[in-house]
C-alpha cells in the first residue's frame, strides 16, 4: 500500500506486498498463518486502492474545492433556511437516506426527472453550494456535479442512526474496550502549537510569506534536502513544550487507564502523547515527532530534545558524528562557499551564524526531527498494526482535533467495519465524511464535560475547577452538539 505522507494526492504508506488475490495463490491445505498473512495482505490492498482512489479523484475535488469551503457560510447554517434554492438539513437529511435506499438511478428518476427538485436545490443535500460560474445557466449543466456529488455520497461510509445524543456517545465510550483514536493538531492548539491549515491562524497561513509555491513545501523531503533553512526557519514555530499537555492528551492517556484504548493514531508530531503517559506500544505516530532526530548523511539518531536549543535559536543542528568524522580528518573536505549558495543562505537563514559560515561543509549532515516529510513513507506500523490487528478488534471509533483532510489517515474511517460507531470532536463538523455524533467545540472542554457525565476525574491545570460546561443540539441536525464553556460570572468564554 502507498503510504507517503501528504495531502489526498500526496501521502503513501511504507513499502509492503499487497495483493487483493493473495487467497488464489494459496495451496490446497493452508496453515491458519497463512490464512492470516493472506488476509492481512488482502485487507492491505483494499486500503491501498481506497488511498488511490482518493488520490486519483483529487484532480476533480480540487476543482470545486471552494465551493465545498463556502458551504460554512451557507444559509444551511442559519435558522430562518429562507433561500428556495437550499434543502433545509433535515430535508437533506432525508433526501441523502433515500439515495442509498433506493439507489442513483431510482433516486434521480424521483427528484429530479419528475420535477420535484433542481439539479442545482439537489446539490444542497449533498454539501455542495453550486459554484458561481455556473450561475444563469440552465439546470442540466449542473448534472454533471450532481452526478459527482452522488457518487461522493455513496462512497461514504453511512452514518448509524441509532447513534444521536451527547449521552449515546458517553454510553458508547463506557461500554467500548477496544477504542481507536484519530488524533490531529486540534488536541494541542490549546498549548499554543498551531495547527496547519486554519485559515488566519494555522501554519500554512503563516507561511506565506516565504515566498513558496504551497506552504507545504515547508515539509516536503526534496525540498528539505535541497535547503533545510526553510524548515527550521519555522521549526520552532512548532517545536513542543517538554513539560506540558493538554486535559484532551489526559484523556486519551485515561482511556488506557481504564483498558479501552486500542491504538492511539496520532497525526500529531508534538510528541506529547508519550508526555501524557500513553504507552508507546498503543501509539501510532503516523507522521513521525521530534521525539528523535536522525542525520541524512550518515544515520545518526539521537534524543530529539537535544536539538532544541538550535532549533530555537534558528540554528541548522548538524550531526555531532559527522562533526567528529570532520575534526578527526582536519577538516580536510571543507570547500569555500560558492556565491549564489551563499545568497540563497541569507534569504533562508539570516540569523543562523557560524564559525564556518564562509564554507560549505558536505562532510558535515544535517539531523532532521523524525517527523514523516511529504514523499516520505509512512512508518510500516501503521499498516502492519491497522490491518493485521486492529480492524477485527476495533469497537469505537474516536475522531478529535483532525479535518482528516490527509491520506492515508484520513482514509482509517472509511476502511474500519461501518457497524463500529464513529464519533468526531472538533470545533467545526466535516463534509466529507459521514460520523454518527459530532462534538463540537475546543477538544478540551468537549472531553472534560464527557469525563464529567462519565464519572471520570479529569485532573489538569488548564481545567478550571467547577467549570460549567454547555451542551445545546444544532437546530436541524439531531446529533450535532455544540460545547461551550462557561466563565466563573456566567458569560461564555471566548
Known amino acids: ?11 503513501s504508506l511504507a513499502k509492503r506486498k499487497s495483493n487483493v488475490n493473495a487467497f ?8 491458519a498463518q497463512q490464512l492470516k498473512d493472506a488476509a492481512a495482505t488482502v485487507a492491505l490492498a483494499e486500503l491501498e486502492e481506497r488511498v488511490a482512489d482518493v488520490r486519483d479523484s483529487w484532480e476533480t475535488d480540487s476543482l470545486f474545492e471552494d ?6 457560510a451557507n444559509p444551511l447554517a442559519t435558522p430562518e433556511y429562507s433561500d428556495p434554492e437550499v434543502c433545509t438539513p433535515e430535508e437533506a437529511s432525508r433526501l441523502r437516506r433515500e439515495l442509498r435506499e433506493l439507489g442513483p438511478s431510482v433516486f434521480c428518476q424521483r427528484t429530479v426527472d419528475a420535477g420535484r427538485y433542481t439539479a442545482k436545490k439537489l446539490l444542497s443535500a449533498f454539501g455542495i453550494r453550486p459554484p458561481a460560474f455556473l450561475d444563469g445557466a440552465d439546470d442540466e449543466a449542473y448534472f454533471s456535479l450532481l452526478s459527482l456529488a452522488i457518487t461522493r455520497e455513496l462512497s461514504k461510509r453511512a452514518k448509524l442512526s441509532r447513534y444521536n445524543t451527547v449521552d449515546d456517545a458517553v454510553e458508547l465510550i463506557a461500554k467500548s474496550k477496544n477504542i481507536i483514536l484519530l488524533t490531529g493538531a486540534g488536541i494541542s492548539t490549546s498549548l499554543g502549537i498551531p495547527d496547519f491549515r486554519s485559515k488566519g491562524t494555522g501554519l500554512y497561513s503563516k507561511l506565506e510569506h516565504l515566498g513558496l509555491n504551497d506552504p507545504q513545501e515547508v515539509f516536503d523531503i526534496d525540498v528539505f534536502r535541497q535547503d533545510p533553512t526553510i524548515f527550521y526557519t519555522v521549526a520552532k514555530d512548532i517545536l513542543p513544550e517538554t513539560d506540558r499537555y493538554t486535559p484532551t492528551h489526559k484523556f486519551i492517556a485515561m482511556l488506557n487507564e481504564r483498558g479501552k484504548l486500542l491504538t492511539n493514531y496520532s497525526q500529531n508530531i508534538d510528541n506529547l502523547e508519550i508526555k501524557a503517559g500513553v504507552p508507546k506500544e498503543k501509539l501510532i505516530q503516523c507522521h513521525g515527532s521530534f521525539g528523535t532526530a536522525t542525520c541524512v548523511q550518515c544515520g545518526y539518531q539521537m534524543i530529539g530534545d537535544k536539538l532544541f536549543p538550535d532549533i530555537k535559536a534558528g540554528k541548522i543542528p548538524r550531526c555531532p558524528r559527522c562533526i567528529q568524522t ?9 570547500r569555500k562557499r560558492s556565491a549564489g549558495a551563499e545568497k540563497k543562505r541569507r534569504r533562508w537563514s539570516a540569523d543562523e551564524s557560524s564559525d564556518d559560515s564562509e564554507y560549505d561543509m ?5 539531523m532532521k526531527p523524525d517527523i514523516t516529510f511529504f514523499g516520505e513513507a509512512l512508518p510500516d506500523e501503521f499498516s502492519r498494526r491497522l490491518t493485521e490487528n486492529d480492524r477485527d478488534k476495533v469497537d469505537l471509533v474516536i475522531v478529535i482535533g483532525t479535518s482528516l483532510k490527509v491520506t492515508p489517515v484520513s482514509e482509517i474511517v472509511s476502511w474500519l467495519p461501518s457497524h463500529v460507531p464513529q464519533v468526531y470532536i472538533s470545533r467545526q463538523a466535516v463534509s466529507h465524511i459521514n460520523f454518527d455524533i459530532d462534538l463540537l467545540g475546543d477538544c478540551d472542554v468537549v472531553v472534560a464535560e464527557l469525563c464529567r457525565r462519565l464519572g471520570w476525574p479529569l485532573k489538569h491545570d488548564m481545567v478550571p475547577k467547577g ?3 454547555d451542551v445545546s443540539t444544532e437546530d436541524g441536525f439531531r446529533s450535532r452538539h455544540m460545547f461551550e464553556a462557561q466563565a466563573k460570572n456566567g458569560t461564555k468564554q471566548a
Open 362 to 366: 558536505p562532510s558535515v549532515g544535517v
Open 467 to 469: 467549570q460549567r460546561i
Open 326 to 334: 570532520v575534526r578527526a580528518t582536519g577538516g580536510a573536505n571543507k
Open 1 to 11: 500500500m502507498n503510504t507517503k505522507r501528504g495531502a489526498a494526492k500526496g501521502v
Open 24 to 31: 488464489d495463490k494459496l495451496g490446497e491445505n493452508p496453515t
Open 67 to 72: 465551493a465545498f469551503e463556502d458551504l460554512s
